[in-house]
């Protein structure tokens, strides 16, 4: 057989592998962001090359090299798929802070940018302490982050994916 066809099978199973897996990531998220429309489009596509791809290595079981390369696709799908979903950043996240030090400083700079900070006293080992609590767009987080770590580096950070958000000063904030 020529090697340019066989080349040319393998590339088209590695990249269709890719797209599948990709968009089913993408789609996941749509899904748990509560965007089942788009979620409903993009699965649409997903499955069309899904059956392609698997059409692809089906015809040719005897060709081993081509459930690698479906394989291999698949690994890489789960990485692009993920940078994606990074760039896409679809949705909101609740931020909780806990406060080492500066909090009064973060707390206003956080209020200066636009953001509704809820403030609460709380206590560890070190003694006494502030937990901020702060919704956001999951795009704004790089820069949030930035801001947080300029008024104290130690603070503690988890980051929760949030679904829906009804009411509060985040529901009145302006587009930036």
Not at 25 to 44: D, Y
Not at 112 to 127: A, K, L
Request: hydrophobic letters at 50%.
């Amino acid at each position: 057989m020529p090697i340019v066809p066989v080349l040319l099978t393998y590339l088209a199973i590695f990249v269709a592998k890719i797209a599948h897996v990709s968009l089913g990531t993408v789609r996941i998220i749509f899904l748990t962001r509560g965007n089942s429309m788009q979620a409903a489009i993009i699965g649409f596509f997903e499955v069309i090359i899904y059956l392609l791809a698997l059409g692809m290595v089906l015809t040719n079981l005897d060709q081993w090299t081509n459930i690698l390369v479906y394989g291999l696709g698949f690994a890489a799908g789960n990485l692009v798929g993920s940078r994606i979903e990074e760039m896409i950043a679809v949705g909101y996240v609740h931020v909780h802070i806990v406060t080492i030090q500066n909090c009064g400083s973060l707390e206003q700079a956080l209020r200066d940018e636009g953001y509704g900070v809820t403030t609460m006293p709380c206590y560890g080992r070190e003694g006494a302490h502030s937990s901020l609590q702060v919704l956001l767009k999951r795009k704004e987080l790089p820069a949030f982050l930035k801001l947080v770590d300029k008024y104290d580096p130690r603070a503690v950070i988890s980051i929760f994916d949030t679904r829906k958000i009804m009411g509060g000063y985040f529901s009145r904030m302006k587009a930036k």
